[in-house]
């Protein structure tokens, strides 16, 4: 484990936390703080795939079935969850296509245009676990292609490829429109921030601590600053390069020996699957309840019901991760685990 980008992408779940939760409580401001989390998320994915299977030779079926297990219980729970409360409780949620055929495309992992015009899934926070999905898929193939280096061109190719036909084609469906966005370079940045990393020795007087840790305060400066510096830029450009960059400045702190690894930090980057897929609860609750009861125009309010989602979003996520996700994952470990096991009774 690498202490710093578990915790990092704690952080890039607060920022979604927080972005859902202004939107919602104060409208769309000039200001959209925490959108980039999820671009911060998308390198760190590229990475992490990148780290776990580099220099390692195992079948590629293990990766895969790795990834499933990870991804794919919560993301089903929650997602019939949100299903069966959108059929028996329709005014709770805004826009739910709740259609049997949206549903088995939302577990699919298909992306579709839902009636407000956004290709979501039912549970609309599962848009990055379809781009996820899609990058897993792509890795898995690339995981036939020795050496390394040829892997990460290959999979970058393909993704450059998808880019550049959106660029010159414009897809107009779903799933064109979709596969062909430039925000799947960020998954390419994480690859070859691993490569680099792993390959490339910088002499020690060249980049110090201190040097590593202004490129990580000017990347997050960056980020937070992109909507006013650049804002017509491409996503991958005003983004994507800060949020790369910060994720090899996390890299690199740990390197040189600075890292997180306190035990708070490694739960909150543990749950913080969690706490993505779940947080809209939290937000749900203190437009629905506490605005039910109080004036919802008090400025005042809104700035106590946002501080109280976020602190009630982390809550809910560390329990959520304690007793649904990790023993919904383990019962699912076991059962894949059983099946490849092979029986007594016909040795």
């Known amino acids: 484990m690498i202490y710093n980008v578990q915790s990092l992408r704690a952080v890039a779940a607060y920022l979604v936390v927080c972005f859902h939760c ?36 195992a079948p590629p079926y293990q990766f895969i079935m790795k990834r ?16 069966l409360a959108a059929l028996s409780m329709p005014f709770l949620f805004r826009s739910i296509d709740d259609g049997l055929g949206h549903l088995l495309m939302s577990l699919a ?10 290709i979501q899934p039912i549970l609309f926070l599962g848009w990055t676990l379809n781009y996820e999905m899609f ?16 892997r990460y061109i290959y999979v970058s190719l393909v993704i450059v490829a998808l880019v550049m036909i959106g660029l010159l084609l414009r897809p107009e469906n779903a799933l064109g429109r979709f596969y062909t966005n430039a925000i799947i370079l960020e998954f390419a940045a994480g690859m070859w921030i691993c490569y680099v990393v792993r ?20 990347s997050f400066g960056l980020l937070l600053a992109a909507e006013f510096l650049w804002p017509t830029a491409p996503r991958f450009v005003a983004l ?4 790369a960059s910060l994720v090899t400045a996390a890299v690199l702190l740990e390197a040189n020996g600075i890292s997180s690894r306190t035990a708070f930090a490694v739960e909150q980057g543990d749950s913080s699957y969690a706490l993505y897929l779940t947080h809209f609860l939290s937000y749900q609750v203190c437009e629905k309840v506490l605005f039910k009861f ?6 005042s309010l809104r700035m106590v019901a946002f501080v109280g989602a976020v602190v009630l979003a982390g809550l809910v996520a560390r329990i959520v991760h304690r007793r649904i996700e990790v023993p919904l994952t383990q019962c699912v470990r076991g059962l894949f685990s059983g099946l490849k096991r092979p029986s007594h009774a016909s040795s």
Not at 201 to 216: D, F, K, R
């Open 68 to 83: 499933l297990v990870r991804v794919v219980p919560l993301y089903w729970f929650m997602t019939m969850a949100v299903f």
């Open 240 to 243: 994507g390069l800060p949020a």
């Open 22 to 57: 202004q939107v919602l409580l104060f409208g769309h401001l000039k200001y959209s703080m925490g959108s980039w989390g999820v671009d911060i998320f998308f390198v760190i994915s590229g990475f992490v795939m990148a780290y776990t299977t580099d220099g390692r030779i």
């Open 294 to 299: 109080f004036d919802p125009q008090n400025f």
């Open 199 to 218: 390959r490339i020795t910088v002499p020690a007087g060249l980049l110090n601590v201190s040097m590593i840790g202004a490129l990580g305060l000017a």
């Open 135 to 150: 990058f897993y898929c792509l890795f898995f193939l690339g995981l036939y292609v020795y050496p390394e280096i040829n």
């Open 109 to 118: 992992f298909i992306p579709f245009e839902k009636s407000n015009g956004l």
